[in-house]
Structure formats: C-alpha cells, structure tokens
C-alpha cells in the first residue's frame, strides 16, 4: 500500500535521514520508536510533504509514485489527499468550535456541503465520547480532549493512512490512556497508521510491526514480539532497557 525508497533528509550539514527504504500494508499498525534525535518524527512528516524528502520516492497504492527530488504540486497534493497527520500538539484553529474544526477538511479540501460535513462531524464526536463539546473552543477542553479531537479530524477525511506523531507527548499522564484507548479502537477497525511513539505498551499491544530508528537509519523491524520483547541487536536492546525504567501506561 505504501512504499518508501531511499529516503534521505538534511537540514544544513545535519544528515537526518540517511535512505530509509520502508513498505507498510493496508491495515498494518507500524509502530516507529526509537532515541529522540533518531529522525522519526521527520521521517514521518516526510511522508506527506510536511518535510520535503532530499531524495527518494513515495508510493502510495498502485496510482500514485511521488519522487522527492522533483515533486509536483499536483503529485503533493494527492499524497497529502491520502494521509492525515494527528501532531503532538494538537494543532486545532484555536477560533473554531470543536465541531468547526472536524468539518474544516471536509469542507475547504474535500468541498462537502456545511450539512454533509456536519453529519461527519457529529457522527465522530459521538465515536471519541465528546458530543457534548461540539460548540466548545479548544482553549475549553483538556490535552486528552483536545487531542481525541484532532484524531476525530483526522478521520474525517478518511485517509488511506494517518500518520501519528508522538500523540500523547504533550499530555499530562493522567490523559494519555485515553488517547491510547482511542488509537486501540481504530486499529481494532483496520484503518493503516503509523504512529511515532515512546508507548512501548501501546507498541506490543496493538501494532502488528514495530521499527528502531536510530541515528537516521532503521536499526530492527519486525513483529512486537521480535523487536520488543526479543531483540536481535544490541542498540535495540540498550534503548529497551533504558526506556523501561520509567512508568509505563495500562490501555
């Protein structure tokens, strides 16, 4: 469904990414951990153009092959038409209701009707538990909210992947199990994700493949149960046991 080719990414003379090659199936939940520096997160945003990859190509589906070094508008805007990205900080217009911001994307890039795009909307806010927020602003509602609501945007425009950056970095610990019982949900429904994440609870228990990235390479992938609980290489290994010393969350 998706195919990643000799990616690579610099900022100056920082060599990020160093051609990352990375195939994801239709339905897969691909976990990403991996240090803070590793380049996970502009990997990611690689995959939608948020980062414009130096070099290497993106395949999304049998229709679509966008090459890094000479893009088009037209190829970006159908590979951001594909992918939905759920950030770290959630990212919500700030001047709009919670219902404004779900219909947002559905009305100004996909041109639905007001009422078509409400209907979504509402139906959504019913699906993360927040119908009773619909005309609140964001500045109202916790992280946890707040970010539940950016998933339901997410959704909204029923992507072929969504692509998650760290989402429960920013919260406090307290509302990081809801967001994480949200994404349990939408995994169980088969909808492709990518998630960069430090959850390594979250990892083993909904992803079906996991990825190390360190130093702007992929180090190990494979299942759960290969990369997290039995690691082949000794950086994976390292990264593991340090990260396991701090509290980790029951979803």
Known sequence: ????????????????????????????????????????????????FLEKPDEGTIEIGSTL????????????????????????????????????????????????????????????????????????????LSGGQQQRVGIARALALNPEVILFDEPTSALDPEMVGEVLQLMKQIAAEGITMIVVTHEIDFAHEVSNRVVFMDGGHIVEE???????????????QQFLKRLRKNPEYII
């Not at 000799?6 to 897969?28: A, N, P, R, T, W």
């Not at 911001?101 to 009305?107: S, V």
């Open 65 to 140: 092959k966008v090459n890094a070094i000479k893009p088009s508008k037209k190829d970006i805007l159908a590979l951001r038409q594909k992918t939905a990205m759920v950030f770290q900080n959630y990212n919500l217009f700030q001047n709009k209701t919670v219902l404004e911001n779900i219909m947002e994307g559905l009305t100004v890039v996909q041109k639905k009707s007001k009422q078509e795009a409400r209907e979504v909307a509402e139906r959504l806010l019913h699906k993360i538990g927040l119908e009773e927020k619909r005309d609140a602003y964001p500045s109202s």
């Open 1 to 48: 469904m998706i195919k990643l080719s000799g990616i690579y990414k610099k900022f100056q003379q920082h060599e990020v990414l160093k051609g990352i090659d990375l195939e994801v199936k239709k339905g897969d939940v691909l976990t990403i951990i991996g240090p803070s520096g590793s380049g996970k997160t502009t990997f990611l945003r690689c995959i939608n």
């Open 222 to 236: 494979g299942t759960p149960e290969e990369v997290i609980v039995h690691p082949q290489k000794e950086r994976t």
